[in-house]
Antibody, heavy 122, light 108 residues
Framework: EVQLVESGGGLVKPGGSLRLSCAAS????????MNWVRQAPGKGLEWVSS????????YYADSVKGRFTISRDNAKNSLYLQMNSLRAEDTAVYYC???????????????WGQGTLVTVSS | SYELTQPPSVSVSPGQTARITCSGD??????AYWYQQKPGQAPVLVIY???ERPSGIPERFSGSSSGTTVTLTISGVQAEDEADYYC???????????FGGGTKLTVL
């Protein structure tokens, strides 16, 4: 059974940093791209970042570019999101999601974790 | 930046057909995907590559595409289908993932 379990969320002050982790199990982690998607309270889904299976390709949403860094450790079956210079608008539930590549360069997300809440507030 | 446009809400009575649209200029070139999200839960993929249904998703869920619009159709809507539905695709380069704003489906 595919499982994705996020951790590392919490309360942080504006300008602070936080590192999220996602522990994967039930599939060959090194064969799949992985992604972070967030959802602000009461709002819609927002893609944050994607990383290819071997970390060769990394993409970010404009809203987090230069502040967030996605990485993975295939030996530990783990995905990470280092978040720096956090802002109030980064407050959201952050989901880890497994990616499936499709033609045209798109990916979609077939399995999602339950999410971890990040709150940025003074 | 690229956007996908969905109606904020759709309402149907049980047993009727619900149609949720999603519009975007790159949809003729990029596949669309649909997710169902119930309160307090993670999203669930219900349609991929415009019209394919993952295993375990009921047959009443179907997808179609025409030009710059894709449509999620739920036939014979049940109370359990009440949820938020999001379309997802990518910009024309394929490097940036985009979600629609979401549609709240209410079963009357």
């Amino acid at each position: 059974e595919v499982q994705l379990v996020e951790s590392g969320g919490g309360l942080v002050k504006p300008g602070g940093s936080l590192r999220l982790s996602c522990a994967a199990s039930g599939f060959t982690f090194s064969s799949y791209s992985m992604n972070w998607v967030r959802q602000a309270p009461g709002k819609g889904l927002e893609w944050v970042s994607s990383i290819s299976s071997s970390s060769s390709y990394i993409y970010y949403a404009d809203s987090v570019k230069g502040r967030f860094t996605i990485s993975r450790d295939n030996a530990k079956n783990s995905l990470y999101l280092q978040m720096n210079s956090l802002r109030a608008e980064d407050t959201a539930v952050y989901y880890c999601a497994r990616g499936i590549a499709a033609a045209g360069g798109t990916s979609f997300f077939d399995y999602w974790g339950q999410g971890t809440l990040v709150t940025v507030s003074s | 930046s690229y956007e996908l446009t969905q109606p904020p809400s759709v309402s149907v009575s049980p047993g009727q057909t619900a149609r949720i649209t999603c519009s975007g200029d790159a949809l003729p070139k990029q596949y669309a995907y649909w997710y169902q999200q119930k309160p307090g839960q993670a999203p669930v993929l219900v349609i991929y590559k415009d019209s394919e249904r993952p295993s375990g998703i009921p047959e009443r869920f179907s997808g179609s595409s025409s030009g710059t619009t894709v449509t999620l159709t739920i036939s014979g809507v049940q109370a359990e289908d009440e949820a938020d539905y999001y379309c997802q695709s990518a910009d024309s380069s394929g490097t940036s993932v985009v979600f629609g704003g979401g549609t709240k489906l209410t079963v009357l």
